[in-house]
């Protein structure tokens, strides 16, 4: 009997303990899926927890880079002293090369949409060019292209709301005073792990290799940022939410993208809520192409005075 007893017991004690034991290993699981999921990089060492994984520009946006020289110079934000008067240098900065990109895109839509308008086959120098954005959003080969292959690529090729990138580079930048974004202009957190490439981040642990990428102005750092968001696995949800507004024919918005957020900071939600309230609060909108289309249109059919 005293036998039986024991037995139960030890049994009961076991069942408890894995009962305990169980969900901290859940836990362990979960926490290393979100860390290694994770891809943006603190533009400050001091105060963020975030990390933006490389991504280097293609041959044909290297040769754009060349043959479209900026002359554009960069202001001293630290200088500006006055809030309102960094923030709209900031905007009025970083805005025109976002909506550079976006144009880009929108004209490499448009030739997608012209291919899979065409009953021929694609051309032996549309291939090319198809294969070129395949490799660049990380998508695999294919000999012969049908119509679905041709039609993925408009999930990949298409804008990123002014809004959203304004609301960013100035969260990851401190508005254009960080260390990184002065001496490399990297407005974003884009690593790069080649010695000497970038920026080592002085809060860096000793066995780690990664730098701040460094560009050679925040022409190339916008570019990266958005072929980042069209091709990185981690922000497919990103790309799911703007096909879905593309398909129910609705203006594509910061207010909408920054929910496809969830990696891009390890602070999840908070990072979310706070690109949005940025968004909000600067009225970042007004920046959006659809709102500035919108706005020639209703000014268009204004009576005039």
């Known amino acids: 009997m005293e036998r039986k007893v024991l037995w139960l017991v030890s049994f009961a004690v076991i069942f408890i303990l894995w009962l305990k034991i169980d969900p901290v290993a859940e836990q362990a699981k979960t926490n290393t899926a979100v860390e290694v999921s994770t891809d943006n990089v603190p533009m400050d060492d001091d105060n963020k927890q975030s990390k933006v994984t490389e991504s280097q520009s293609s041959k044909q946006e290297q040769e754009y880079f060349e043959s479209h020289p900026i002359t554009t110079e960069k202001p001293d934000f630290a200088a500006i002293t006055d809030i309102k008067q960094r923030k709209q240098a900031f905007f009025e900065f970083l805005a025109p090369f976002v909506e550079e990109k976006n144009e880009l895109l929108l004209r490499d839509r448009e030739t997608i949409k012209q291919i899979l308008a065409n009953e021929e086959p694609p051309s032996r120098e549309e291939k090319r060019w198809l294969k070129a954005l395949r490799e660049l959003h ?32 100035a969260n990851e930048s401190a508005w254009g005073t960080s260390r990184f974004a002065v001496e490399g202009n990297n407005y ?113 059919a204004a009576p005039s005075n």
């Open 188 to 300: 974003f957190g884009q690593w790069c792990f080649r010695k000497g490439c970038g920026l080592v981040p002085s809060s860096r642990e000793e066995d780690a290799d990664h730098e701040v990428r460094k560009f050679n102005d925040a022409r190339e750092s916008v570019f990266a940022y958005v072929d980042n968001l069209n091709s990185n696995p981690a922000y497919r949800e990103l790309r799911q939410i703007r096909a879905q507004l593309r398909a129910e024919n609705k203006p594509v918005t910061g207010l909408e993208l920054v929910h496809g957020l969830d990696h891009y900071s390890q602070r999840g939600q908070e990072y979310i809520d706070e690109i949005e309230s940025l968004i909000e609060y600067n009225q970042l909108w007004r920046f959006n192409l659809d709102h500035q289309i919108a706005q020639e249109n209703t000014d268009e």
């Open 138 to 169: 990380n998508l695999k080969d294919v000999g012969v292209y049908l119509h679905e292959d041709v039609a993925e690529l408009l999930t990949y090729v298409d804008i990123i709301p002014t809004s959203m990138v304004l609301a960013q580079a």
